[in-house]
C-alpha cells in the first residue's frame, strides 16, 4: 500500500512488543494458494526466517527462498509483509536467489524512531552488503517501490535491475483510501476470523485462502490477547514526505542507470496505462506492461503472471549483460 510510513528523528531502536504469531497452519494454507494459481510446492517449504543485523542496530526479517540464479529482493508495500511476496518467490525460485525482506517497522522487522524514505534506502543498501550481492535485481510494490527507485537512483548502487509495481510518480492517493481507512482501524476488539470476513466484504476478489494468508501475517495477538496489527503504529503516518519523495521520481527517472520495468494492476485505480508509459518514457531504459485481473496488489492478484514478467525481464537483463551490451 501506498505511503504507510510514519516519520520520525534518526535514533534508537523502538521495537514493540510483538506479541505471539497465529497459531494456523500457514504452510498448508501456502500450498492450497500456490496449487491454486498453478505454482510449483515442495515440502519443507516456506523457509524460516532469517533474523539480519544493520550497522545502526535494527534487526530485520527476511524469509531467503534460496535458488540457483541471480539474486532478487523483494520490497513489500506498506502495512504488508514480506510474506506478500511469497508465492511470487515459489515461482520464481527455481531460476533466482529470492529473498524477501520486511521493512523497518512491518512484520517481524524491528520499530524505530526514524521511518524516512531515506533510512529505508539505506537499510536496503546494508541488506545487500550483508548478502555479499555485487549485482541484485530489486521489486518493489507501492511503498516498496519508491524505496526500490531511491535505491537505484543512488549513486553506487548495486541495482541490476528495477521492478516497479503498481506505484509511479502522479499516482491517485485517494484510490486507496478505502483500503486505506480499512488498515488504519483499531482491531482489538475482533478475532482474526471477524477481520478477515470483513475483508472479505470489502474486496472485489474475496477469495478466502488469499485474503487470510495475508491477514495472518499482517497481523498479531498482542500481549494482551487482542487482536493488533504486525507495524508500529505508534506514529502517525507521515503521506506528504512518502508521495514527495515518489514525485521526486519524475526528474530522478533519467539517472536510475539499470533497465526499468513498471506493471500495472489492470483493476488498480492508482495508475493510468497513460501515466505509467509517461514514466517509463522519462528513464533511460525501461518497458511497462498492465497485468489484467490484478489490483494494487498485483503480487497477490496474479502472482504467476506477474513472475512471469519478471523472470523475463531480468533474462533479457542477463542476457544483455552476457553480450557486453550497455544500459546507457
Known amino acids: 500500500m501506498l505511503a504507510e510510513l510514519a516519520v520520525g528523528s534518526a535514533g534508537r531502536d523502538v521495537q514493540g512488543e510483538m506479541g505471539m504469531t497465529h497459531g494456523s497452519d500457514t504452510p498448508a494454507l501456502l500450498e492450497r494458494l500456490a496449487?491454486?494459481?498453478?505454482?510449483?510446492?515442495?515440502?519443507?517449504?516456506?523457509?524460516?526466517?532469517?533474523?539480519?543485523?544493520?550497522?545502526?542496530g535494527l534487526a530485520f526479517n527476511c524469509v531467503d527462498w534460496g535458488g540457483p540464479g541471480e539474486p532478487i529482493l523483494f520490497l513489500h508495500g506498506g502495512a504488508l509483509t514480506c510474506h506478500t511476496w511469497d508465492l511470487v518467490c515459489l515461482a520464481m525460485r527455481d531460476s533466482f536467489h529470492c529473498v524477501a525482506i520486511d521493512l523497518r517497522g512491518h512484520g517481524e522487522s524491528a520499530w524505530a524512531d526514524n521511518y524516512t524514505i531515506e533510512a529505508c534506502v539505506n537499510d536496503v543498501a546494508?541488506?545487500?552488503?550483508?548478502?555479499?550481492w555485487t549485482r541484485v535485481h530489486v521489486v518493489g510494490m507501492s511503498l516498496g517501490g519508491i524505496i526500490a527507485a531511491h535505491y537505484a537512483a543512488t549513486g553506487g548502487a548495486r541495482a541490476n535491475s528495477l521492478a516497479m509495481i503498481?506505484?509511479?510518480?502522479?499516482?491517485d492517493f485517494g484510490a486507496v483510501g478505502p483500503a486505506r481507512r480499512f488498515m488504519e482501524r483499531p482491531i482489538a476488539d475482533l478475532t482474526l476470523e471477524q477481520l478477515v470476513e470483513e475483508a472479505i466484504g470489502a474486496s472485489a476478489r474475496g477469495e478466502r485462502d488469499r485474503i487470510s494468508y495475508r491477514y495472518l501475517h499482517m497481523t498479531r495477538i498482542g500481549p494482551d490477547g487482542k487482536l493488533a496489527w504486525r507495524q508500529d503504529r505508534t506514529r502517525p503516518r507521515d503521506y506528504g514526505h512518502v508521495l514527495g519523495r515518489l514525485q521526486e521520481l519524475t526528474d530522478l527517472a533519467s539517472v536510475i542507470p539499470c533497465p526499468v520495468l513498471v506493471v500495472r494492476g489492470g483493476?488498480?485505480?492508482v495508475l493510468t496505462d497513460e501515466k505509467v508509459a509517461a514514466f517509463a518514457a522519462r528513464c533511460r531504459d525501461a518497458h511497462w506492461l498492465t497485468i489484467p485481473g490484478a489490483g494494487h496488489n498485483v503480487q497477490e492478484d496474479e502472482p504467476l503472471a506477474l513472475a512471469t514478467a519478471l523472470r523475463r525481464f531480468m533474462s533479457r537483463q542477463s542476457q544483455r549483460d552476457g553480450d557486453g551490451a550497455s544500459p546507457d
Open 267 to 269: 483493476r488498480s485505480r
Open 166 to 171: 503498481d506505484v509511479a510518480p502522479n499516482v
Open 126 to 132: 546494508a541488506i545487500i552488503a550483508d548478502f555479499g
Open 35 to 56: 496449487t491454486a494459481h498453478k505454482i510449483p510446492y515442495g515440502a519443507g517449504l516456506p523457509p524460516a526466517p532469517r533474523r539480519l543485523p544493520t550497522p545502526d
